[in-house]
């Protein structure tokens, strides 16, 4: 269950997800609901969301037997979180309630400072993509030069993983991106990305984000059992001795 997200009008939308195993260990996933919260996102706002869909589906509350969300503290606050709200509601249940595994891989980024290289290739996608002309003209350049990729991609904050994908392709088109400034006589614009230092950095962020992907995208396959995922993170921490 996730209530991160909005959608483009800033409406934050709870996402309910159902998994769940039969008599054959064969394991079924679906979306259930993804309901718009109109005003704020509390605790109350999410648990009363989370009954109503209930009865929609006609779910007893016995046949639940765990709980994931994000780790947000209207999520998990004990008294007034959904969590608590739960405990509070059903008392004697026996659900089992987990911190989404996929979000506490996010804490790595806390470790590395990596926010001077991520803003300066942002500001350096940004100075492409959303001026019109500069944009076609970037596009029309690398299809001259024969290059393999067409464009650079945007960069969300939603899923701060997506910054692999943005860092991996400025990396790749540097050369492309340095020619197409200097062609313009805005050098100014990619003084960076001929800067050895920087590009140091910039290469090894590029390298650890994009095992980080991979990881990322391996961990939120579907069918997968607690030991799938042990395995991957596991597998993971014994690559990083070769990486």
């Not at 605790?43 to 779910?59: A, H, N, S």
């Not at 987990?98 to 942002?122: E, F, G, R, T, Y």
């Amino acid at each position: 269950m996730d209530e991160s997200s909005t959608d483009i009008n800033d409406t934050a939308e709870l996402v309910l997800f159902i998994r769940g195993v039969d008599e054959n260990f064969d394991i079924n996933e679906e979306l259930a609901c993804m309901r718009s919260l109109k005003g704020t996102t509390k605790g109350c706002d999410i648990f009363r969301e989370f009954q109503e869909e209930l009865l929609t589906l006609k779910v007893p509350i016995t046949n639940i037997c765990n709980i994931t969300t994000d780790g947000a503290p209207n999520m998990t606050g004990k008294k007034s979180g959904f969590l608590g709200l739960f405990n509070q509601n059903y008392p004697g249940n026996n659900v089992v309630f987990l911190h989404c595994v996929i979000h506490q891989d996010a804490l790595c980024k806390s470790a590395l400072n990596m926010k001077p290289v991520l803003d300066a290739v942002v500001k350096l996608v940004n100075t492409i993509r959303p001026r019109g002309l500069t944009h076609r003209q970037f596009r029309d350049f690398l299809q001259s030069v024969q290059s393999e990729y067409s464009d650079v991609l945007y960069y969300t904050k939603v899923r701060w993983l997506s910054a692999g994908c943005v860092f991996e392709r400025v990396w790749q088109l540097k050369d492309d991106i340095v020619s197409f400034f200097h062609e313009k006589q805005c050098s100014a614009e990619c003084e960076m990305l001929e800067d050895t230092e920087w590009l140091s950095d910039f290469a090894f962020f590029t390298d650890i984000l994009c095992h980080m992907n991979n990881l990322n995208v391996k961990m939120q396959g579907k069918n997968q059992f607690i030991d799938d995922i042990w395995a991957h993170l596991k597998a993971f921490k014994l690559k990083l001795n070769l990486f």
